[in-house]
């Protein structure tokens, strides 16, 4: 058997594949198969602007987020957006308008914070998380300690709001203390450039009068006599004049820096941006509001 075996294999071997036949009932049939593969697309990347980096944030785009999700059509004074970590974490971003909502202080509703719990809408209908002396504030309040499905009295009665309600306030206080230095810098860069500008025209006007003693020296001694003694007086009035201008500008520049308001009768915020009441407001009740969140 062994020996048989082998004479067949050694006959196969000898055979060429040109020799070979294939039957074709024997290949196997193949066929094009259709298959639909499903993938997700993300539509909406953007995230919310409260939960970006301050720093990756223009500001244009804290102007943009201010007038389309607080509906206002000017322009916010000031902002501050901020993390708050340690007992509790939330997100915030508060705006002062550029003018007091009318009515401020009468307790209607007014849609100006709007609080967030994981990027959950929760409600705009809760006047609890500011105090009425800080009503005109407007902006967003997002929290990951609060649960998602609150009522208004849990929302009352929450220790994770009232810590919240701190936070706000010593914010707040802080931004209102922030703009109205800003808004003192650019009284006295106003200032100063006017003082300059006096200065660089009250030599332009020296340098001109000095040509035209010049010019009246030239027409005669008996003219140059009158004319030496017109302009010895007029010289004696204009250093007299920009004496008094220069002691009023002092003068004006030491209340500012002790009392941050102007000489001309006006106060620093009006000088600064005209129509900010709300800064006004901001400016005023800081000091009581200070010794509240203390």
């Known amino acids: 058997a062994a020996k ?30 259709t298959e639909t593969v499903y993938a997700w697309e993300k539509l909406n990347d953007v995230k919310p602007l409260w939960t970006r980096s301050p720093s990756d944030i223009k500001a244009a785009e804290y102007k943009q987020f201010y007038k389309d999700a607080l509906k206002d059509y000017s322009d916010p004074q000031k902002w501050v ?44 209908d809760f006047s609890d998380i500011l105090p009425k002396y800080l009503a005109f504030l407007r902006g967003v309040v997002d929290s990951d300690d ?31 203390q922030q703009l109205k230095e800003d808004q003192l810098r650019a009284i006295a860069e106003r200032d100063e450039q006017e003082a300059k500008e006096a200065d660089d025209a009250e030599k ?37 004049e920009r004496e008094a201008e220069r002691q009023r500008r002092i003068a004006q520049m030491a209340r500012i820096r002790r009392f941050g308001v102007s000489g001309d009768g006006g106060g620093s915020g009006a000088a600064a941006a005209p129509g900010s009441t709300a800064a006004s407001t901001a400016s005023a009740t800081s000091g009581g509001a200070a010794a509240r969140a203390a």
């Open 4 to 33: 048989a075996e082998k004479a067949a294999a050694a006959a196969a071997a000898d055979v060429s594949d040109d020799e070979i036949e294939i039957d074709e009932d024997d290949v196997p049939k193949t066929r094009s198969v």
């Open 81 to 124: 957006h901020f993390t708050a970590e340690g007992e509790i974490e939330f997100k915030a971003l508060l705006y002062i308008p550029s003018s007091a909502p009318s009515g401020m202080f009468d307790g209607a509703k007014r849609d100006a914070l709007k609080l967030y719990v994981r990027r959950v809408f929760i409600t705009d």
């Open 146 to 176: 609060l649960p998602l499905n609150v009522s208004r009295e849990q929302l009352q009665q929450s220790k994770v709001l009232k810590l919240i309600k701190k936070r706000l306030v010593r914010k707040a206080i802080a931004m209102m």
């Open 204 to 240: 332009d006007a020296d340098e001109q009068q000095e040509a035209d003693d010049a010019d009246g020296e030239a027409d005669g001694d008996d003219d140059d006599d009158d004319g030496e003694g017109r302009s010895s007086s007029d010289d004696g009035d204009a250093a007299a």
